[in-house]
């Protein structure tokens, strides 16, 4: 959420009058048709367009309709401040500043901070004190604006209603792929992930906890999206697909991720021999066409889904939008909701 208030003292009627504007052009925009795609003499509604091309227009919209909301909050901290500041009989920059001031972060605040996120922080606690200070500054801001905000609500009954967002459902394969689960599920949760990638190697417990929590209502099914340009991850899909034939599949996953740190050195062969696979069954497997068929079919259905980072996961169709929150609470609220409808 961007900041509402500078630290200078804007005038509020400029303020206002530019804050209303805006959110006019933006209402107005609401009237505006779907797009429509016009191609050698065919024509395409949004709804008929490839998957991928649905998913960016999508994305557009949640964004359209988050920097409206952005512009509302503004104009309403704004307005909330003034007359607040004329009933208590204070300046407008006064009671900004009792309001939505942050104090200067400590030396003891940076250093945390910096010993925290080090690995990735270019440059020393010295080099970079500046920009942590400023980066802790603003957060605190937007911590206090959030606050500020729910107290507005509370006081005022503050509320915007945007215009609800189509629910986009896309048609993803899954017959031939490995599936957990009850395969009559009421929702299917699909996830392309990559075996060299720290993320989905974490999200693997948070997903087990899901099929824990939701029991016969979920099925979880896997696809491969190996995107690592060392090539490592892909040999090792490749190999569970030939692990799979020897209904092994599940626990070749398992092992693939956690020896995620040493794929590098670790060949598909070691894993599966580890395993106590039938080596010259999966050596076999190998060197056919099959698992490298299958592979490059889950990544070329992941492309076209709009599929550009992993792991990428889907709820009845459903893409679950890409977030800095917590993961398994917003595959769990998509699954409540279908759960709900259904």
């Not at 939008?321 to 259904?342: F, R, T």
Request: proline fraction near 6%.
């Amino acid at each position: 959420m961007s900041n509402a208030l500078s630290s200078s003292d804007t005038p509020f009627r400029r303020t206002l009058k530019w804050s209303v504007g805006i959110s006019a052009a933006l209402l107005l925009n609401t009237a505006i048709a779907a797009p429509v795609l016009h191609y050698q003499g065919q024509t395409f509604e949004q709804q008929e367009l490839p998957s991928s091309i649905q998913v960016g227009l999508h994305q557009l919209e949640q964004e359209h309709n988050e920097k409206r909301q952005q512009v509302f909050d503004n104009y309403i901290v704004n307005r909330y401040v003034q007359d607040e500041s004329e009933r208590q009989g204070k300046t407008f920059k006064q009671l900004q500043q009792e309001l939505l001031s942050a104090p200067t972060p400590s030396q003891q605040q940076i250093e945390a901070f910096y010993n925290a996120n080090k690995a990735r922080i270019p440059g020393t606690l010295q080099q970079m004190q500046g920009e942590i200070t400023n980066y802790l500054r603003n957060q605190t801001m937007q911590q206090q604006q959030q606050q500020l905000l729910a107290r507005i609500t509370q006081e005022k009954g503050y509320q915007v209603e945007l215009p609800a967002l189509p629910t986009l459902r896309l048609p993803i394969k899954l017959d031939g792929y490995p599936t957990k689960g009850n395969p009559n599920a009421k929702v299917t949760l699909v996830e392309f992930a990559d075996y060299q990638c720290p993320h989905c190697k974490d999200a693997g417990p948070q997903v087990k906890k899901l099929l824990e929590k939701y029991g016969d209502q979920v099925r979880l099914v896997f696809r491969d999206f190996p995107i690592n340009q060392s090539g490592i991850s892909k040999k090792v899909a490749e190999a569970a697909v030939c692990a799979d034939q020897q209904s092994m599949y599940w626990p070749y996953h398992e092992l693939a991720f956690s020896r995620q740190s040493y794929l590098k050195s670790v060949t598909p062969a070691m894993l599966a021999d580890e395993l106590g696979l039938d080596m010259k069954a999966f050596n076999a497997c190998l060197k056919t066409d099959k698992p490298q068929a299958a592979v490059a079919a889950s990544q070329t259905e992941a492309r076209e889904l709009g599929v550009t980072s992993t792991p990428s996961f889907f709820v009845n169709g459903r893409p679950l939008p890409h977030g800095h929150g917590d993961l398994a609470s917003q595959i769990s609220a998509l699954i409540d909701e279908e759960l709900k409808a259904n």
